[in-house]
């Protein structure tokens, strides 16, 4: 009973902590970039769903820029920043040998905020993610492993698909039917990031917006 019982609330936690963590940084981001990535993607969907009411399934792949935010929310705020793994074999990595079966941690959050891998790595570009022809160019699958928000090879997250399919599509219902803003007397540099101790990464101090409904008169 144990065993399964900790297998049902990995599964619980996977599934719904990470993707709750994973929006706040999405809003989070948004807000203290400024504005405009929020004014662009909001444009974008409003345009795509006129006066349906709401996004669906169908619209996502319809907004290659949705998508680049949210990628480039989980590479500066992966909700897993470490990842743990075990060595299956003895390795020296930088002169420190490491022996067979060793726990380590993959620290998905530096490498997403590598200069080695990234330009402007703290800064918030969801342009990144996207060419001219707003095709995707970074995987969350990428064989460089520049981001791992859900690990990378066989041993990745199983639930990735349903994951960034939740996020997408809640944030994008959350921009079409609201327009957001800042607590009265704040400012985007009031906004800060800090964390809380845990294996997910959740704001330290809650995010407090004001939301005004959209209403669709065209």
């Excluded at 997408?168 to 957001?180: G, I, Q, R, S, T």
Aim: aromatic share 10%.
């Amino acid at each position: 009973m144990c065993r399964d019982f900790c297998f049902f609330q990995d599964i619980f936690i996977a599934g719904t902590d990470t993707n709750a963590a994973a929006l706040v940084w999405a809003m989070t981001a948004l807000m203290k970039e400024g504005g405009s990535a929020m004014r662009k993607l909001q444009e974008g969907i409003r345009e795509l769903v006129g006066k349906k009411g709401r996004v669906d399934e169908d619209d996502i792949q319809n907004l290659p820029y949705l998508r680049a935010v949210i990628k480039e929310t989980l590479r500066l705020y992966p909700p897993t920043p470490l990842i743990p793994r075990e060595t299956i074999e003895k390795c020296s990595i930088d002169g420190y040998e490491i022996k067979q079966n060793t726990p380590i941690s993959i620290n998905a959050w530096a490498i997403g905020r590598d200069p080695e891998c990234w330009e402007n790595p703290d800064e918030f570009i969801p342009e990144r993610f996207c060419n001219v022809n707003n095709k995707d160019i970074i995987d969350y699958k990428s064989g460089e492993f520049e981001m791992i928000p859900f690990g990378g090879g066989r041993r990745g997250c199983p639930g990735i698909s349903l994951g960034v399919a939740t996020v997408e599509l809640a944030l994008a219902n959350l921009l079409y039917a609201f327009d957001w803003e800042l607590s009265y007397g704040m400012v985007k540099e009031d906004i800060d990031i800090d964390t809380l101790p845990g294996m997910t990464m959740h704001k330290k101090n809650p995010l407090c917006l004001v939301a005004k409904a959209y209403y669709n008169n065209s």
